[in-house]
C-alpha cells in the first residue's frame, strides 16, 4: 500500500468510492462512519445492505467510527456527507484532521443561508486546504457494480485535480481534469432542481417532449445562473453538467427525479420526504437557487415553479402551465 484514503460517510456514494478505490492494489481505503450500530453492520455484513444491497465490501476496507483510526495516515480525504449535515459534521471531526490534508469532495448540494458550495463549507470549518470536486453522471447503484463511467476531477489545483485522476481512474472509471470547481459544484447542485422538474414530467404522464424541453430549458437556467457566479459557461456542456443533468433526469436511480414523479403524481413534499431513505439534495438547492436568483435579478422560470410547487403549495399541473403560457420570445 503506497497511498491511504480515509473516507468520510456511509451512505451509497461513500461506499462506491471505498469500492472504487481498492481496485487499485496500491491504495489502502478506510470508511469513518458516524453511527457504531452502522459500521458494526458493514463490517459484519461486508456489505451497504440499505442503500447497495448485493454490492460487496472488499475485506481490504477498514469501516470504522472511530475518526481517529479512519483517518490515521490518511493522505487524501474524501468527503461523501450530504450537504445539510456538512458543516456539522465536519465541526465535530475538525480537532481530529490533520490540517492541510488534500479534500476529494463527491457532494452535490448548496448550503441554506450561506449558498456556500461544499468546498467553501470545507474550507470554512477546517481551515485553507487543496479541495478538489469531483462531478459528472455518477450514480453510486452503477459505479459500485463496475458499469463504464466519466466524470470530471476540478479544482483551483490542477496538481491536485491530476492527483485525483490518477488515484480513481479504473478500466471502467474514467476521470478527466478541469480548473473550474465554481461550475462543477454548481452544476451537480443545479441540476438536482431540473431534476425535479423532470420527475413531475414522468409522474404527470407529460410525454417526451415536454421531459426534453424542461432538460434543454433547465441548461440555460444552469448556465445563466452558473455564469453570474463566476463559473466558466463552457462546464455546462461538460460532463459535470449536461452529463449529469442527462443522467439525473433519466435514471430511475435518481433520488430528485423520483421526488418530482411522486409530486406529478399528487403526493405532497411532506409525504414523500418521511418516505425516502436517503437526502433529495434538489429540495433544499432549490429553495436556496430562488432566493439568490430573485435577489441578483435573474430569469429562473422553471426553478421559480419548482420553488412554488415544493414551499407554497401550487400544484404541478398549473405550474406546467405558468411555463407554458409565458410571453413568447427567441430561444
Given at each position: 500500500?503506497?497511498?491511504?484514503?480515509?473516507?468520510?460517510?456511509?451512505?451509497?456514494?461513500?461506499?462506491?468510492?471505498?469500492?472504487?478505490?481498492?481496485?487499485?492494489?496500491?491504495?489502502g481505503v478506510s470508511m469513518w462512519v458516524r453511527k457504531a450500530e452502522i459500521a458494526e453492520d458493514l463490517r459484519k455484513h461486508r456489505e451497504n445492505r440499505r442503500l447497495l444491497p448485493g454490492v460487496s465490501l472488499a475485506e481490504t476496507i477498514q469501516v470504522t467510527s472511530d475518526i481517529d483510526e479512519a483517518v490515521d495516515g490518511a493522505e487524501f480525504l474524501?468527503?461523501?456527507?450530504?450537504?445539510?449535515?456538512?458543516?456539522?459534521?465536519l465541526t465535530s471531526l475538525?480537532?481530529?484532521?490533520?490540517?492541510?490534508?488534500?479534500?476529494?469532495?463527491?457532494?452535490?448540494g448548496i448550503e441554506m443561508e450561506t449558498f456556500f458550495r461544499p468546498s467553501e463549507?470545507?474550507?470554512?470549518?477546517?481551515?485553507?486546504?487543496?479541495v478538489v470536486a469531483l462531478g459528472g453522471p455518477s450514480h453510486a447503484e452503477e459505479i459500485a457494480r463496475r458499469l463504464p463511467a466519466s466524470v470530471v476531477a476540478a479544482?483551483?489545483?490542477?496538481?491536485?485535480?491530476?492527483?485525483?485522476?490518477?488515484?480513481?481512474?479504473?478500466?471502467?472509471?474514467?476521470?478527466?481534469?478541469?480548473?473550474?470547481?465554481?461550475?462543477?459544484?454548481?452544476?451537480?447542485?443545479?441540476?438536482?432542481?431540473?431534476a425535479i422538474a423532470a420527475g413531475i414530467c414522468d409522474g404527470g404522464k407529460y410525454g417526451d417532449n415536454a421531459k426534453s424541453a424542461i432538460m434543454t430549458r433547465g441548461l440555460v437556467e444552469m448556465n445563466r445562473f452558473g455564469s453570474a457566479l463566476g463559473a466558466e459557461p463552457s462546464t455546462f456542456s461538460g460532463l459535470a453538467g449536461v452529463g449529469d443533468l442527462i443522467t439525473t433526469c433519466m435514471s430511475p436511480f435518481g433520488r430528485n427525479?423520483?421526488?418530482?414523479?411522486?409530486?406529478?403524481?399528487?403526493?405532497?413534499?411532506?409525504?414523500?420526504?418521511?418516505?425516502?431513505?436517503?437526502?433529495?439534495e434538489g429540495v433544499n438547492t432549490t429553495r436556496s437557487v430562488y432566493d439568490l436568483a430573485e435577489n441578483k435579478g435573474l430569469d429562473m422560470p422553471i426553478t421559480t415553479e419548482i420553488f412554488r410547487v415544493l414551499f407554497e403549495g401550487k400544484s404541478p399541473n398549473d405550474a406546467t402551465q405558468t411555463l407554458m403560457t409565458r410571453p413568447q420570445r427567441e430561444e
Open positions: 500500500m503506497d497511498t491511504k484514503v480515509a473516507i468520510l460517510g456511509g451512505g451509497g456514494m461513500a461506499t462506491a468510492c471505498a469500492t472504487l478505490l481498492t481496485e487499485s492494489s496500491n491504495v474524501v468527503v461523501a456527507i450530504p450537504t445539510e449535515f456538512l458543516r456539522v459534521a475538525a480537532p481530529h484532521l490533520k490540517s492541510g490534508t488534500p479534500v476529494i469532495s463527491v457532494i452535490k463549507i470545507i474550507a470554512d470549518v477546517l481551515g485553507p486546504r487543496p479544482s483551483g489545483d490542477i496538481q491536485l485535480a491530476k492527483q485525483t485522476q490518477k488515484l480513481f481512474s479504473t478500466d471502467r472509471f474514467r476521470v478527466y481534469t478541469n480548473i473550474d470547481i465554481v461550475g462543477v459544484e454548481l452544476a451537480g447542485a443545479l441540476k438536482n432542481v431540473i427525479r423520483k421526488l418530482g414523479e411522486r409530486l406529478g403524481q399528487g403526493e405532497t413534499l411532506e409525504q414523500i420526504l418521511s418516505t425516502m431513505d436517503a437526502v433529495a
